[in-house]
Antibody
Framework: QVQLVESGGGLVKPGGSLRLSCAAS????????MSWIRQAPGKGLEWVSY????????YYADSVKGRFTISRDNAKNSLYLQMNSLRAEDTALYYC??????????????WGQGTLVTVSS | QTVVTQEPSFSVSPGGTVTLTCGLS?????????PSWYQQTPGQAPRTLIY???TRSSGVPDRFSGSILGNKAALTITGAQADDESDYYC??????????FGGGTKLTVL
């Protein structure tokens, strides 16, 4: 069955860096677009970034553009999010999600359980 | 800046019917935005309910349905049950891999 397992979260000081990972299994990872989505404590969901199946196309939310870098290693079935210049407002549970995309739909069909990032001095 | 609007909260009686909506700060929601809906209970990851406006995800009961009502996407729960008490999020696809989440609706069943 499809599994997405995030890791790499933790406590980091403002201005610091962190790299999140998402290990995928149960499907052909290289066939799917992937995304990172976050949820601040007690708040709603916020889309963060998207990467195409080959990694050639990438988009970011304005709130993280220039600070975060999404990447993937299809040989390792893994998705990554390098987060630099972290701010208190980046504190959130970070989910990786598989994207199901055709000419008729675009949605997140599987989600991981998330990894918590806390930015605090 | 595109804002996707949802009712912050809603309540429904057990067995009742409720319709949650998903709009745009400017403009109308249409099927071309591929509206999708997600249910999230406290401490859990979101669960996909509806995609492409009205298609139920695998395993989702048929008491959940999606549609376009006027200028908004809508999620209707018919015969609400206690375990439908959750947060519900809509997502609109803006193109080029970019999506926007609504702020979510907290549904209370009482």
């Amino acid at each position: 069955q499809v599994q997405l397992v995030e890791s790499g979260g933790g406590l980091v000081k403002p201005g610091g860096s962190l790299r999140l990972s998402c290990a995928a299994s149960g499907f052909t990872f290289s066939d799917y677009y992937m995304s990172w989505i976050r949820q601040a404590p007690g708040k709603g969901l916020e889309w963060v970034s998207y990467i195409s199946s080959s990694g050639s196309t990438i988009y970011y939310a304005d709130s993280v553009k220039g600070r975060f870098t999404i990447s993937r290693d299809n040989a390792k079935n893994s998705l990554y999010l390098q987060m630099n210049s972290l701010r208190a407002e980046d504190t959130a549970l970070y989910y990786c999600a598989r994207v199901s995309y055709t000419s008729s739909w675009y949605f997140f069909d599987y989600w991981g359980q998330g990894t918590l990032v806390t930015v605090s001095s | 800046q595109t804002v996707v609007t949802q009712e912050p909260s809603f309540s429904v009686s057990p067995g009742g019917t409720v319709t949650l909506t998903c709009g745009l700060s400017s403009g109308s929601v249409s099927t071309t935005y591929y509206p999708s809906w997600y249910q999230q209970t406290p401490g859990q990851a979101p669960r996909t309910l509806i995609y492409s406006t009205s298609t139920r995800s695998s395993g989702v009961p048929d008491r959940f349905s999606g549609s376009i009502l006027g200028n908004k996407a809508a999620l209707t729960i018919t015969g609400a049950q206690a375990d439908d008490e959750s947060d519900y999020y809509c997502v609109l696809y803006m193109g080029s891999g970019i999506v926007v989440f609504g702020g979510g609706t907290k549904l209370t069943v009482l």
